[in-house]
């Protein structure tokens, strides 16, 4: 199973302290997958990234054929 987890950096979210947003978008997401076993994973396909403002700027890739 391959996991790709892809964003886009480049919006005022990310202006000022890059590294804390991406720390805080990779945080969010750790506590969605936290307790979720290798079954459940797939639900998470296709779920979007989001930055502190609510802008959706990414997506979670789950599966056999996802691009890593």
Do not use: C
């Not at 964003?7 to 978008?25: K, L, T």
């Not at 079954?39 to 054929?65: A, F, K, M, P, Q």
């Amino acid at each position: 199973m391959n996991i790709r987890i892809a964003f886009e950096a480049d919006n005022a979210a990310f202006a000022d302290e890059p590294g804390i947003e991406v720390a805080r978008i990779l945080n969010d997401l750790a506590d969605k997958f936290d307790g979720a076993g290798a079954s459940r994973l797939t639900e998470w396909h296709g779920s979007g990234v989001y930055d502190i403002n609510g802008n959706r700027v990414g997506g979670v890739h789950i599966g056999e054929g996802v691009q890593i």
